[in-house]
């Protein structure tokens, strides 16, 4: 995926590079702007969510980003339990 072809998606989305950042998990902004540039190439998990987002509408995309950063959080604190508990 090219870095415009990136950018493209996130903008039919009406999102800003840290609320995509936010939903795909990544921390900061920092990140996608660096890929929207061609400073890194994202994962190609990251470009496999972009290109199913870009077939989807807008409502539908924010609808799966948000399931997503859902299904996220409860791995990301499953995982956390799992260190604290020491398995």
Same mark, same amino acid.
């Not at 609320?19 to 890194?40: D, N």
């Given at each position: 995926?090219?870095? /415009?072809?990136?950018?493209?998606?996130?903008?039919? =989305?009406? #999102?800003?590079?840290?609320?995509? /950042?936010?939903?795909?998990? %990544?921390?900061?902004?920092?990140?996608? @702007? $660096?890929?929207?540039?061609?400073?890194?190439?994202?994962? #190609?998990?990251?470009? /496999?969510?972009?290109?199913?987002? @870009?077939? =989807? @509408?807008?409502?539908?995309?924010?609808?799966?980003?948000?399931?997503?950063? $859902? $299904?996220?959080?409860? %791995?990301?604190? @499953?995982?956390?339990?799992? /260190?604290?508990?020491?398995?």
């Amino acid at each position: 995926m090219t870095p /415009a072809k990136f950018k493209e998606i996130r903008e039919q =989305l009406k #999102l800003s590079q840290t609320e995509l /950042a936010t939903h795909l998990g %990544v921390k900061t902004y920092k990140p996608i @702007s $660096h890929y929207e540039t061609g400073f890194r190439t994202p994962s #190609l998990l990251i470009q /496999a969510v972009m290109s199913w987002l @870009s077939g =989807l @509408s807008e409502k539908e995309a924010v609808k799966f980003l948000e399931q997503l950063k $859902h $299904h996220m959080d409860k %791995v990301q604190k @499953s995982s956390k339990r799992k /260190a604290h508990d020491g398995r």
